[in-house]
């Protein structure tokens, strides 16, 4: 058990530049960019430090999911450095729109190893 909490660290580690070059080059290049991003697949957190264009400071974001099909993410609580953001995502968004079609190797890459 404790070998697969390790590996899984050792792929987050690995993921984490990846994934914070790609979405400061594609994804979010419009609105700001990605400081800082951990990713922990054990606990299925995503926590994020953004600077958006607009903003004064750069926001927190921390964020669990969960992965409920080989395509298919849901977003479950979200805690924001900005009050308005944890509300509307938490109490606004419908549940129904907060599981994303993604790649399979979106889910491969945020899931524990051996899971």
Request: net charge positive; with cysteine.
């Amino acid at each position: 058990m404790e070998f697969k909490n390790f590996a899984s660290r050792m792929k987050d580690a690995a993921l984490q530049g990846l994934a914070k070059w790609f979405a400061n080059h594609y994804g979010l290049k419009r609105f700001g960019r990605i400081l800082e991003l951990r990713l922990n697949s054990v606990a299925e957190e995503i926590f994020v430090v953004l600077e958006l264009h607009g903003e004064l400071t750069p926001i927190e974001l921390t964020t669990q999911y969960r992965v409920v099909g080989p395509t298919q993410l849901e977003i479950g609580t979200v805690k924001a450095s900005r009050q308005w953001i944890e509300e509307v995502i938490n109490h606004v968004i419908p549940a129904e729109q907060k599981c994303l079609t993604v790649p399979t190797a979106v889910t491969k890459a945020v899931s524990k190893v051996g899971k």
